[in-house]
């Protein structure tokens, strides 16, 4: 891990977040970009939108501490135990938060076609004012927000490999975000998104 870390607070209203672009240094962003791609149990869930089944654009795996299944978007995922990269790179965001977190939610986005739509992530089990860490693997990607009741106030942050987004505060009560199509040519990405839920 990069012992050097940038920090970055991103000053929104009704939101905390804090962004550590250099998180991972060049050379182990990569080696887990390479070891997770192989090794996680990537699947393609089906989602039900406006009365419609449709397959995910982009794949997930979920990993966790223990055996707590994590429901969202009409989906119940059992987890799998964290495997030992997971473990290793849930145990430095521990330190850096001071928060230990349950669960990772991993995001596979295959190309610029892979997606995630606007959501927050305000599940009931994830509890009041949950800290979200999302750890970014692979190309560079535009992450966007934007408030829930005032539409003029929007951010995007280019999230870049290795690095590290941390949700927190009232970030998912006022905030939603996406992850929007690109028409670039690009490399996979992986997202791990790590939190508690109760």
């Known amino acids: 891990m990069n012992s050097s870390f940038i920090h970055e607070e991103i000053t929104l209203p009704n939101a905390n977040l804090e962004y550590y672009p250099n998180f991972l240094d060049a050379e182990l962003a990569d080696y887990y970009?390479?070891?997770?791609?192989?090794?996680?149990?990537?699947?393609?869930?089906?989602?039900?939108?406006?009365?419609?089944t449709i397959p995910q654009p982009r794949l997930t795996a979920l990993y966790a501490l223990n055996s707590e299944t994590y429901s969202y978007s009409g989906?119940?995922?059992?987890?799998?135990?964290?495997t030992n990269e997971l473990e290793i790179i849930h145990a430095e965001i521990a330190k850096l938060t001071g928060n230990t977190f349950t669960h990772c939610l991993a995001n596979l986005y295959r190309d610029g076609n892979d997606s995630m739509g606007w959501h927050a992530d305000d599940e009931k089990e994830l509890g009041t004012n949950p800290i979200i860490a999302s750890l970014s693997l692979g190309a560079i990607r535009n992450f966007q927000l934007k408030h829930k009741k005032n539409p003029t106030l929007k951010q995007t942050i280019q999230l870049a490999h290795g690095s590290l987004l941390i949700m927190k505060g009232q970030t998912q009560e006022f905030w939603k975000h996406q992850l929007p199509k690109t028409k670039k040519n690009i490399e996979p990405r992986i997202n791990l998104t790590f939190r508690t839920i109760y």
């Not at 390479?34 to 419609?52: A, R």
């Not at 989906?75 to 964290?82: E, H, N, R």
């Open 33 to 52: 970009l390479k070891k997770l791609l192989n090794t996680l149990k990537w699947e393609q869930y089906s989602i039900k939108l406006f009365g419609k």
């Open 75 to 82: 989906l119940k995922l059992k987890p799998t135990i964290f």
